[in-house]
């Protein structure tokens, strides 16, 4: 016989070892929700400046258009502007006091002025508003349509 045996043998935690996966899972996925917050607020943060990017961009276009074209012609300059960039409302203040308004300028808009030849041209972009309008793309259906070749019937 063996004069110096150890004691017994602990027994085997499985509760202890399952408490310790679960609390080890359970700060896993505590770590992994935090960090895809953190990867949102950022991709939230850069979609948020590309669209401010887009507006003034935009801006810039517009009050180019507006400097080339004469008084008589601005409301139909402002359709074709609201038409092409998907603007809400445009609002002309003119240096000799008139006013100029095309489309939806009251409401939650996310505003950008410039001052141009004529005076001072106020951009109101609709931020509830997807960028594609339902009317683009029943116009984009329209063209689909219209752009199917015909089927002609096969000479026999």
Do not use: W
């Not at 602990?10 to 070892?17: L, Q």
């Not at 259906?141 to 089927?151: L, M, V």
């Amino acid at each position: 016989m063996v004069s110096l045996a150890s004691g017994r043998l602990t027994k085997i935690g499985f509760r202890r070892d399952v408490k310790l996966f679960l609390s080890f899972l359970v700060g896993l996925l505590v770590v992994l929700i935090f960090t895809l917050v953190f990867v949102l607020r950022a991709s939230y943060a850069h979609t948020e400046a590309l669209i401010d990017r887009s507006e003034r961009i935009v801006a810039e276009i517009a009050t180019g258009e507006v400097n080339r074209v004469t008084p008589s012609s601005l409301d139909a300059q402002f359709i074709s502007l609201r038409g092409r960039f998907n603007i809400a409302g445009i609002e002309l203040q003119t240096r000799d006091g008139r006013h100029f308004v095309s489309g939806e300028t009251h409401g939650e808009f996310d505003d950008v002025q410039r001052l141009t030849g004529p005076g001072t041209l106020t951009l109101h972009f609709d931020t509830a508003q997807p960028r594609r309008s339902s009317v683009s793309a029943a116009t984009r259906r329209r063209r689909a349509i219209s752009s199917r070749p015909s089927e002609a019937p096969s000479p026999r």
